[in-house]
């Protein structure tokens, strides 16, 4: 089974950093795209970063510059690094990739959900 594995979040004061982990694991041949949506108490769930497989990477306006985000091929992993973290930060940030994966003995391309990891920013 491919699962996507999140590390990282936790409770930081204003202008500190955390670093964000997903982990793919499971039957996987490529990776197309990874990166985090983040979801607040009321708020839609929104994009926050992603790199592609040549390497572009794209950022929520709010978060350019503070933000950023990488991959590591060889093990299946991307990072966000997280500085100049403020209050407005504060979501539940869930991994997305699109994979192209081997589920019952066939070779697709489909879209993966992380179980999401709580950040809070608050003094």
């Known amino acids: 089974q491919v699962q996507l594995g999140e590390s990282g979040g936790g409770l930081v004061q204003p202008g500190g950093s955390l670093r964000l982990s997903c982990a793919a694991s499971?039957?996987?041949?490529?990776?197309?795209?990874m990166g985090w949506y983040r979801q607040a108490p009321g708020n839609q769930r929104e994009l926050v970063a992603s790199i592609n497989s040549s390497g572009r990477t794209n950022y929520a306006d709010s978060v350019r510059g503070r933000f950023t985000i990488s991959i590591d091929n060889a093990k299946n992993t991307a990072y966000l690094q997280m500085n100049s973290l403020k209050p407005e930060d504060t979501a539940v940030y869930y991994c997305?990739?699109?994979?192209?994966?081997?589920?019952?003995?066939?070779?697709?391309?489909?879209?993966?959900w992380g179980q999401g990891t709580q950040v809070t920013v608050s003094s």
């Open positions: 997305n990739a699109v994979l192209g994966t081997v589920e019952d003995r066939r070779r697709a391309v489909r879209n993966y």
């Open positions: 499971g039957s996987i041949f490529t990776i197309n795209t």
